[in-house]
């Protein structure tokens, strides 16, 4: 029996998502929260907190970005063309973000304002942008003879809206409980008091889409209703209510890294969720990873590059993070 190539690459790119949204999550995180931080001093802590790390965590965007093209050129050519403008306009934020990110530590002090205002709209456009692009892969494509046959605008709808804002929310929860976990004294306790408001606001979103999800699509509905399905994705649900209950007790007491691990886990939840709701789907609501798989010389000669990448991602990545851990104190850091 052979491997099945395309479950192989679904399982990697999904994996390397799942990375991506994990990391650099939190790092935009940092941007959408500024407005609600108005010390330099503070500012600066929270900007040192994610110094060491925020650009390597977007080499998962890359690579889920790569391996697309290589592996699934159908879906490649499919999403890209319908979505065309707001991976632009994506793109265009994380990049005016960076710049901004460098700039202000080398900026006097009369252009730092600039680039902390630029620095946040970067943050909320990138993450905004990812939620459009989500928003409108949940609702599906229209495809004709192999090629995207919609509009150009029809990736702007209510929902996808909804779900940009949505996305911005969540963001925000990872920076807020990354903060907790990596700072200190007022600026921590003031993250935790953000954290309470954000969270209930990120349960909320999720309620919204997994009930909006299978109203807008009935095969969507059928999927998690239909028995027994229904008693297999249950404790989905249920977990999420768990975790949110865990990241509020969490936030009131003195725990650091309890709220990011959690907050962790209720994105994670809403990851799975999706998933579910999608499978086997890579171009919604009716191609599978089968139908929009490369041929299996090619995706087996790019599963071994895979193969041997992957880990050194993983240990550079790990190694980074266990040697710039530990608070971050204001006057120490990036400079």
């Given at each position: 029996?052979?491997?099945?190539?395309?479950?192989?690459?679904?399982?990697?790119?999904?994996?390397?998502?799942?990375?991506?949204?994990?990391?650099?999550?939190?790092?935009?995180?940092?941007?959408?929260?500024?407005?609600?931080?108005?010390?330099?001093?503070?500012?600066?802590?929270?900007?040192?907190?994610?110094?060491?790390?925020?650009?390597?965590?977007?080499?998962?965007?890359?690579?889920?970005?790569?391996?697309?093209?290589?592996?699934?050129?159908?879906?490649?050519?499919?999403?890209?063309?319908?979505?065309?403008?707001?991976?632009?306009?994506?793109?265009?934020?994380?990049?005016?973000?960076?710049?901004?990110?460098?700039?202000?530590?080398?900026?006097?002090?009369?252009?730092?304002?600039?680039?902390?205002?630029?620095?946040?709209?970067?943050?909320?456009?990138?993450?905004?942008?990812?939620?459009?692009?989500?928003?409108?892969?949940?609702?599906?494509?229209?495809?004709?003879?192999?090629?995207?046959?919609?509009?150009?605008?029809?990736?702007?709808?209510?929902?996808?809206?909804?779900?940009?804002?949505?996305?911005?929310?969540?963001?925000?929860?990872?920076?807020?409980?990354?903060?907790?976990?990596?700072?200190?004294?007022?600026?921590?306790?003031?993250?935790?008091?953000?954290?309470?408001?954000?969270?209930?606001?990120?349960?909320?979103?999720?309620?919204?889409?997994?009930?909006?999800?299978?109203?807008a699509h009935p095969d969507?509905?059928?999927?998690?209703?239909?028995?027994?399905?229904?008693?297999?994705?249950?404790?989905?649900?249920?977990?999420?209510?768990?975790?949110?209950?865990?990241?509020?007790?969490?936030?009131?007491?003195?725990?650091?890294?309890?709220?990011?691990?959690?907050?962790?886990?209720?994105?994670?939840?809403?990851?799975?969720?999706?998933?579910?709701?999608?499978?086997?789907?890579?171009?919604?609501?009716?191609?599978?990873?089968?139908?929009?798989?490369?041929?299996?010389?090619?995706?087996?000669?790019?599963l071994v590059g895979a193969?041997?990448?992957?880990?050194?991602?993983?240990?550079?990545?790990?190694?980074?993070?266990?040697?710039?851990?530990?608070?971050?104190?204001?006057?120490?850091?990036?400079?």
């Amino acid at each position: 029996m052979g491997i099945d190539l395309p479950l192989v690459w679904i399982i990697i790119i999904g994996f390397g998502l799942m990375m991506y949204v994990i990391m650099d999550g939190f790092d935009l995180g940092i941007g959408i929260l500024f407005p609600f931080v108005y010390g330099r001093e503070d500012r600066d802590v929270m900007i040192n907190s994610v110094a060491p790390v925020w650009d390597g965590n977007e080499t998962w965007l890359v690579l889920g970005g790569a391996a697309l093209l290589a592996v699934f050129p159908l879906a490649y050519a499919v999403i890209l063309s319908a979505l065309y403008l707001p991976l632009m306009l994506m793109l265009a934020g994380l990049i005016w973000r960076g710049v901004a990110f460098e700039f202000r530590f080398k900026a006097d002090e009369s252009h730092k304002t600039f680039w902390d205002k630029a620095f946040i709209w970067g943050s909320y456009i990138a993450t905004f942008s990812q939620g459009l692009v989500l928003g409108a892969f949940i609702s599906g494509f229209k495809v004709e003879g192999g090629a995207y046959a919609g509009g150009l605008l029809d990736w702007l709808t209510p929902f996808s809206l909804f779900t940009g804002v949505g996305l911005v929310v969540a963001y925000a929860l990872l920076g807020a409980t990354w903060l907790v976990m990596k700072t200190e004294g007022h600026l921590q306790q003031r993250m935790r008091r953000l954290g309470r408001p954000i969270t209930l606001v990120v349960l909320a979103t999720i309620v919204i889409v997994s009930l909006w999800t299978p109203f807008a699509h009935p095969d969507i509905a059928t999927r998690w209703f239909a028995l027994p399905n229904l008693f297999y994705f249950a404790p989905v649900p249920l977990l999420v209510l768990l975790a949110t209950w865990g990241l509020l007790k969490s936030l009131g007491t003195e725990g650091h890294a309890a709220p990011f691990l959690l907050s962790l886990g209720l994105l994670f939840l809403g990851y799975t969720g999706l998933a579910i709701s999608l499978w086997p789907n890579i171009i919604p609501p009716a191609i599978s990873i089968w139908e929009a798989a490369a041929p299996p010389q090619s995706m087996g000669f790019t599963l071994v590059g895979a193969l041997f990448i992957i880990p050194f991602i993983l240990i550079y990545t790990a190694w980074s993070y266990y040697v710039f851990r530990g608070k971050v104190k204001a006057g120490e850091g990036y400079h």
